[in-house]
């Protein structure tokens, strides 16, 4: 069955750099989320889409946007990287009930 | 605002025992409840769930319970396996009119041999 799938899957990134995180749905799901993990630490919610319109925001910081496209996939866009934003960044989809996670990307803010 | 809370933090039960984890939430519209295990690195994996209209759902060697009064919600695994080690995660979440699973801070949970 297809899974959610993240590009890129390790990223390192210098501080006040930028960086693009990209996210593709199970296909048919409607609801994508993104959600950032530090070391030992369970997932922060940053931010969801509900049929690619902005449903409810967590702790994303306001260097960090993201937009879901007409295609459902979403991308989430972080500037002026920090080194305390190093984690694994998980999107999710889901159709009703039932988040499914992708693979994460690594980022290391050096 | 919504938190969830869980415990205990760590666990580590011989192989064949059972591993109980509980959680409690805030928000009284909290009405789906799953569960997650994540192993090291890797994604968190849905492992079950249940809806504030059921009190207790099995599969197999895992169960879940919820006392909707109390606002608490516990996962049980009988005769635990090396390969149940893990991180589990327990989460809330309304299905009306919000999107987003507040997670609880998880449970290193350890089998030994």
């Known amino acids: 069955a297809a899974g959610v799938i993240q590009s890129p899957r390790h990223l390192i990134k210098e501080k006040r750099e930028t960086a693009t995180l990209k996210c593709y749905p199970i296909?048919?799901?409607?609801?994508v989320y993104w959600y950032q993990q530090g070391p030992g630490q369970d997932p922060q919610f940053l931010i969801s889409?509900?049929?690619?319109?902005?449903?409810d925001k967590g702790s994303i910081p306001d260097r960090f946007s993201a937009q879901q496209f007409s295609d459902y996939h979403s991308e989430l866009n972080m500037s002026s990287l920090e080194l305390g934003d190093s984690a694994l960044y998980f999107c999710?989809?889901?159709f009703g009930q039932g988040a499914f996670f992708g693979p994460g990307t690594r980022l290391t803010v050096l | 605002g919504e938190n969830v809370e869980q415990h205990p933090s760590t666990l580590s039960v011989q192989e064949g025992d059972s591993a109980v984890i509980k959680c409690t939430y805030s928000?009284?519209?909290?009405?789906?409840f799953p569960w997650y295990k994540q192993e090291l690195g890797k994604r968190p994996q849905l492992i079950i769930d249940?809806?504030?209209?059921?009190g207790e759902k099995k599969d197999q060697r895992i169960a879940v319970t919820l006392n909707k009064t109390a606002k608490h919600f516990s996962l049980h695994i009988t005769e635990t396996q090396p390969e149940d080690s893990a991180v589990y995660f327990c989460?809330?979440?309304?299905?009306?009119?919000?999107?987003?699973?507040?997670f609880g801070t998880g449970t290193r949970l350890k089998v030994l041999a």
């Open positions: 999710a989809s889901s």
């Open positions: 296909p048919r799901h409607d609801t």
């Open positions: 889409f509900y049929e690619k319109m902005q449903s």
């Open positions: 928000d009284s519209a909290s009405n789906y």
């Open positions: 249940i809806r504030s209209n059921v």
């Open positions: 989460a809330a979440t309304s299905t009306s009119g919000t999107y987003k699973y507040i």
